[in-house]
C-alpha cells in the first residue's frame, strides 16, 4: 500500500508572516518544521497548498518562494524593507495565479499552526475530507485560555472554546506537542464532546533551531556591549510568564548581595497581555531600571548569540504546552530554571533546575547558586549532553510524518458527530459562549457543520450571509422518513437589492432533482418549503445557484440564511410548532 502524501496548508502561517516579520511561539514551529522537512537534498517530506481566496480553491505554492520567505523571517527586520516587501508581492502573485492543488484520498492534510486564527480553514479543510476523502490533522499546542483563563483576555477565552468546539467537530487526528499537551487534549475534547474519541499522537518539541547558514554575524545591542554579563529570559512579557515573580527574585538579589556582584537581567519578548505591571516595576525600582534590559522582536541569529553570551536562563510561567526556551537553552549548552509543572520537565529533562511554581524564595537561591559558584554552573553545563537529548528538527519533522501515516478508525463524519433533530427548529443565528466553566453545547455550532461552499461569509449576529460561489448544505439522514421530508429555509434579502433564490435538492445515491427558483423583494424576510420526496439513509445535500461572479470588487451578501427546520413530511405536530413561534403565535393557558 503506497504511503499517504502530507499536505501542508499555509494559508495562517503566510497571513501571519504578512503582519508579522518576526513571529515567536507557534509559528516559529511551523518554519521549523517546513524548513526541515523540505530540506534540500533530502526527500521533501511535505507538499504545500495555500488557499486562494481569489480562485475560490485551495493551489499550488512554490517551494522555493515559502523557504525564501521563511529565511527573511528568521533574519528579522523591518516589514517595510524592500526585500521582504518584494518576497510579500512574489507571494501574492503565486496565490493568485497558481494552478489548482490536485488532492487525492488518504492524503493528510495539516495544519502546522492556530487553525482558530482563520476562521474559514476548518470549513475548507472539512470540504476536502468530504470531497477528496483527506484526513484532517491538526497540531495541538495547548489549552491555556481553558486551563489558565485568568491570564488571558475574556475573548481569547471565549473564542478559544468556540475553536476547540469547532476543530473537534471537524477533523480526524491530532498530534500534541507534549505528553502534558495531550492529556490536555483528552480531557477537554471529552467534555466537549464525551461520545466522541478523536486519536491524539505526541510530537516532542526537544530540537533545536539550526543557524542561518551565510548570514551575517550578529551584534549585540548596544546596551550589551560594555561586557557585564547577563541572564536571559525568553517569554512574551505577559502575566502568564508570571515576570513578576522573577523581577522581585531578582530585587531581592541586588538589595542583599549588591550591584557589584549581581550581573544585569535581559528579558527578550514582546508585550502582551497585562504586561503593564511589568513595566511598571521595571521603572519604578531604580535597581532594575539600571539593571534589566527589555529587547524585542530579533532574528535567529541575534537570539542565538544571546543564547551563547548569557550565564545561564530563566524561564517562569503558569502554564506551558512544552517551553521552547527551556529546550532551546540546553541546546545551546547553557542551564535553564523553570518551574516545576506542566510541560516543563518534558522541555528540559534532567539538565534543567526547578523551582516549586510561585516560590520566589526557592527561585532566587537556584539562580543565586549559578552566579556566585561559576565552577558548579560549569559542571552541571557539562553535564547537559548526557542528561538530555535535543534533536534535529528533520527528526521531529519525520516523526510527526510517521505518526499520522498510521491508519486509524474512521471518525463520524462532522455533521454526524452532533444529534440532529428532525423537527427542531437549527438557527443560524452567532452562538452565545457561556462564561467558564461552562462549555459550548455543541448543538449551538449544527448550522456551521451543515455549511459547505466558498459562498458562504463570516458568522454574524443574526445569521449568515451568502455571496457568489458555491453555497450548500448537507444534513445526516440515516434514517430518513419513509413519507419523505419537509424543508423550511429561513432566507432574507438584502436591504438595497432583491434576492433570486433558486435552488435544488441532491437526494442520497439518486440524480439531482430539478432546479426551483423565487424571487424575495429587497429587505424582505421570507419562510420558504422544499418538499423533498422518499430518499435512502445517507446524506441530503441542497445546492444554492447564487448567481456568477460580481463585475465590482468584494464578495457583496446576495442572500442572508437566518435559520431552518427539517421534518418528515407527516409531522403535522412539528410543522404547526415550528410555524407557530416563528409567527408569534402562543397558546393561552388556564392562569
Known sequence: MASPRFVVDLTDLLELLELQRTPVGVARVQMALLEAGLEPGTPALFQLALFSPEQGRFVQFPEALLLAIIRAAREGGRRDEPAWLALQEARRTAQQGAPAFAFAAGDRVLALGLTGSNPMQLRRLRELRQAHGAVVCVLFYDAIPLATPEHCDISLSRSFSEHLLAMCLQIDRAVAISACTARDFRFWQRRLLPHLDIPVGIMPLDAQFPPLSGAAPAELPAVLREGRPFVLCVATIESRKNHLLLLHAWLTLLRRHGDAVMPDLVLLGRQGFQAEPVLHLMQSAPELRSRVTHLQDVGDALLALLYERCLFTVFNSFY?????????????????????????????????????????????????????DPEHRRRLEAKIPERTQIRSWRAVAEGLVATLATDTTPLPEPAAR??????????????????????????SLLHQMLCEGEGWGLQERWGIGASWGPVRLRFPVPVPPPEGLILTLELAAPAAAPALVRLRALRPHEAPGPWFAEELPAGANRLMRVDIPPCEPGELVIEFDTGPAPQEPGRPVRIFFTGLMLCGAADHDAQLRYLSARSGLSTLRPA
Open 320 to 372: 506551558e504546552g512544552w517551553g521552547l526556551p527551556v529546550t532551546e537553552a540546553l541546546a545551546h549548552g547553557k542551564i535553564a530554571i523553570t518551574p516545576d509543572h506542566t510541560s516543563l520537565r518534558e522541555a528540559g529533562g534532567s539538565a534543567a533546575l526547578y523551582f516549586t511554581p510561585q516560590s520566589e524564595p526557592e527561585l532566587a537561591e537556584l539562580a543565586w547558586s549559578l552566579i556566585r
Open 418 to 443: 452532533i444529534f440532529f433533530p428532525l423537527g427542531e427548529r437549527v438557527g443560524f443565528e452567532k452562538p452565545q459562549i457561556p462564561d467558564l466553566p461552562a462549555l459550548m453545547a455543541p448543538f
